[in-house]
């Protein structure tokens, strides 16, 4: 292991990150784990100008059963941070992954039952099951498991220079919703205490994303805020139904601006953001799905959305993704049905960079800007917005545009 002093970054510097898969494996790469893939991965995200890379810890490949954390995943983890220095970035490890690119990857053991209703397709063991989620907030045998790999991985880690923060989770309110805030601030309180006993310095936050500002789910920003050291958001102008377009950028320091407020002035990563690519060659009159966006916009697109990240204040914006994915899996879930989750990478899957890398390297050591207390357009209180949160998170879009100088429409 190599030493450097510039992994942490300092405070007034603007972070920029890279969610990571690897290209030829995506969410296989656990068990398909070549560290000299991943070290070239890491040294051609530093060289490009990445501080920061946020990583996933499959919870069936972590955790295979629930009173036991598979030794060898966390050696891997292990050499994935120690790579990590040695390219000079800092890692955001993911616990519990869980919901990822649609798909809701689960062990066997978290699972009860079949004929499971659901929004997303559940993968368990390789296969697309129909079985039902345990719901882990209520759970106590299935929050005392993750309690366990939390502590493990904590310790794992604890200590290492590349080390930034812990997410407790990737957009988990799309696998299980708490029936009440009290068991969403239980497991928040358990998870990051089971941390802070392994590692006292490490930093936590938690994946949230815009479903989590759409719908009351009982562990939003404000009681995320109770335990974490910063609050993270991931929003798509793709998905929102009052966005102006595909690539209206300012949705997103709209949602950050919306998280600080509802999250009592927490700091704000945005630890999500891009737009999947028209593949080279391919023209949108032949048929591509309407989210698809070419390369040239998706640049423009992320050198406008990292500008108005940073004038709002937020510490920093990560990318989704690292790369486009092999065409050798396209047919796994969740590549399969979601065909636009192939090409949001701002590497090429052969290797080659897209045009969005010129626009990253513009904002490699940009400072930090103080965190914009521009609240003016926002007319309501906290209750009253979670009373009717999709009406009322659109209305004040639209309240915000024009507080900007912008027009709706």
Known sequence: MTTSSSVSKPGDVFRLGLNYWPARTAMGWWTDFDAAEVEADFAKAAAAGFDSIRIFLTWEDFQPAPGS???SML???????????????????????????????IPGWALSGGNGHRRFRLSTGGGISSARLRNWYADPDIRSAQVLMAARAASA?????????????????????????DDGRRWLHEISEAIRREDASASITLGLHMEDLEEDRNIGPAEAAEVCDFLTM?????????AE???????????????????????????????????????????????????QAAAAYTGRALGVLRAVGCIGAMIWCHADYEEEIWGRPPFD???????????????????????????????????????????????????????QLGRLYGRYRQAIGLTSG
């Open 157 to 181: 880690l604890a200590g290492h220079p590349s080390l930034w923060a812990w997410d407790l989770g990737n957009e988990n309110s799309n696998c299980v919703v708490p029936a009440n805030r």
């Open 234 to 242: 991931h929003g798509y102008p793709m998905y929102a139904s009052w």
């Open 75 to 105: 050696r891997r983890l292990i050499t994935v941070a120690d790579l990590a220095l040695d390219s000079d970035v800092a890692i955001m490890p993911t616990l519990f992954t869980g919901h990822m690119s649609g798909v809701n990857w």
């Open 69 to 71: 954390v598979d030794p």
């Open 337 to 391: 049905e979601a065909i636009h989750e192939r090409s949001f990478g701002v590497w090429r899957a052969d290797g080659t960079p897209k045009p969005s890398l010129d626009v990253v390297r513009r904002f490699h050591g940009s400072s930090r800007v103080a965190a914009s207390d521009m609240f003016g357009w926002i007319d309501i209180g906290s209750g009253e917005f979670y009373a009717n949160p999709q009406f």
């Open 245 to 295: 377009t595909v690539t209206d950028e300012h949705v997103l320091p709209f949602l950050a601006l919306m998280t600080r407020w509802l999250g009592a002035g927490a700091a704000i990563l945005f630890s999500e953001f891009g737009a999947p690519t028209v593949p080279q060659g391919v023209q949108p009159s032949d048929g591509v799905i309407p989210v698809l966006v070419d390369e």
